[in-house]
């Protein structure tokens, strides 16, 4: 196995025990207001709401990452 994906998963390993550790100790509701779009005031427990923003934040991340492959140029070969 590469080190570089070792480390890929170990991290995400690392962050998905945070996001656990957060659900357990995080159940107070929350206001949550962004008045351009959201017009009334969403209250929700917190590990819901750090969920969601990491949700939105792995998706954007995705996203962001996925590109058009480009072929290997060949070297032009004279005749």
Do not use: Q, W
């Amino acid at each position: 196995m590469k080190v570089m994906m070792l480390l890929k998963v170990l991290f995400v390993t690392v962050i998905l025990l945070l996001l656990v550790l957060m659900g357990l100790h995080n159940r107070a509701p929350v206001d949550f207001n962004l008045p351009p779009f959201v017009t009334e005031v969403v209250r929700e427990p917190a590990a819901l709401m750090y969920f969601s923003f990491f949700a939105v934040g792995l998706l954007t991340g995705a996203f962001l990452s996925f590109g058009v492959r480009k072929e290997p140029s060949k070297p032009n070969k004279p005749s």
